[in-house]
């Protein structure tokens, strides 16, 4: 006899749990996976036990798990994917503390054994160096990218894209056509249509880098126009697969978009790999583009218009977010002081 794979109380938790998290606390799609996946991980461990039944100690045993466990390639688990795992059941288990048939059976201070020990909680949230490519090798990245297929050709202008906006992966991958202005130089990512972060309606305006990517950007444009491509097609349509004599097959390109971002991050690397650099992914190029922009807005305003062009409506967010000092140059800059 298998044992049971759920429990139906703990399911309708968790189903009034993600509808709780989903509408009074307006977290996305993709936060509440995670949370799905910690907490079924979380009772794949404790073998399907009713919440009403716990117990501190399952805390305990689930930090154990986590510290024994390894990924697909054989290392252990990160202190900090350890430290998210932890939060996101603990965050549960908070709530369920709360709720009508619970609050006799789960405690706060119970719940609290949910945390790291504080060494293992500050080496988590540290801060680790950005990794992040400069201009000159974007441009060289992107100089020696191929374009003798269409897929290829729609690669390039993703990286061409990237380079004047900055925009995140995800709205990338769901642009339309209508989307894009060519006339105004700008790029609308309607937060209604676009998979922005948290659904934000951001006007971007591209970005003053070397004007390649501007012309690359507008041929793959005119290209999906002069194909009869409307409004409402994919900017960056995905490739259609079709059954022939010897199997399945890549065809041409549809008109429907991606339903993920990993078509632009595997375009991005794939452009790096191509001449031998290290792999950057796609939002690297926010950082390396803040950085940009502080070296050349003259203007506090300035700053602030390009910060508002990467979706930010603080510039304390650029600055803090994307813009790393780095141990070289916080020694210069001090050494510099007075004579500034």
Same mark, same amino acid.
């Given at each position: ?65 986590? /510290? ?83 897929? /290829?050709?729609r690669d390039k ?18 642009l339309c056509l ?6 105004e130089n700008m ?154």
């Open positions: 006899m298998t044992a049971r794979k759920f429990n139906e109380d703990n399911e309708r938790m968790k189903r009034e749990y993600r509808r709780y998290l989903a509408l009074a606390k307006g977290r996305d799609e993709k936060t509440i996976d995670k949370v799905d996946a910690a907490l079924a991980e979380f009772e794949q461990v404790l073998g399907y036990k009713p919440f009403k039944t716990f117990h501190r100690d399952w805390c305990e045993r689930f930090k154990r798990y986590l /510290e024994k466990r390894r990924t697909a390639t054989g290392n252990p688990l990160s202190l900090t994917t350890r430290d998210a795992t932890l939060r996101l059941v603990k965050g549960f288990f908070h709530w369920l503390a709360s709720q009508p048939g619970y609050k006799s059976r789960v405690t706060y201070s119970d719940v609290d054994y949910f945390n790291n020990n504080a060494k293992d909680a500050r080496a988590a949230h540290s801060v680790r160096p950005k990794i992040y490519p400069s201009m000159e090798q974007c441009n060289h990245a992107f100089r020696n990218m191929p374009e003798d297929s269409e897929v /290829e050709w202008a993703i990286f061409a894209l990237l380079m004047l906006t900055g925009a995140r992966d995800s709205a990338l991958a769901s209508k989307h894009v202005d060519l006339i790029v609308f990512q309607d937060g209604r249509e676009v998979r922005t972060k948290n659904s934000k309606t951001i006007e971007t305006w591209f970005f003053p880098v070397d004007p390649m990517y501007r012309a690359f950007f507008e041929s793959w444009v005119r290209h999906l126009q002069d194909n009869l491509y409307g409004p409402a097609d994919a900017l960056f349509p995905k490739q259609t697969i079709a059954a022939g004599k010897e199997g399945f097959a890549a065809q041409g390109l549809s008109r429907e978009p991606y339903s993920n971002a990993q078509r632009v991050r595997d375009a991005i690397k794939a452009a790096f790999r191509n001449v031998s650099m290290t792999e950057y992914g796609p939002h690297s190029f926010r950082t390396m583009l803040s950085l940009y922009g502080d070296k050349v807005c003259r203007t506090l305003e300035a700053r602030k218009a390009w910060s508002q062009n990467l979706g930010h409506e603080r510039l304390t967010t650029t600055y803090s977010a994307y813009m790393p000092v780095s141990r070289e140059r916080q020694r210069d800059l001090l050494r510099g002081i007075d004579s500034m």
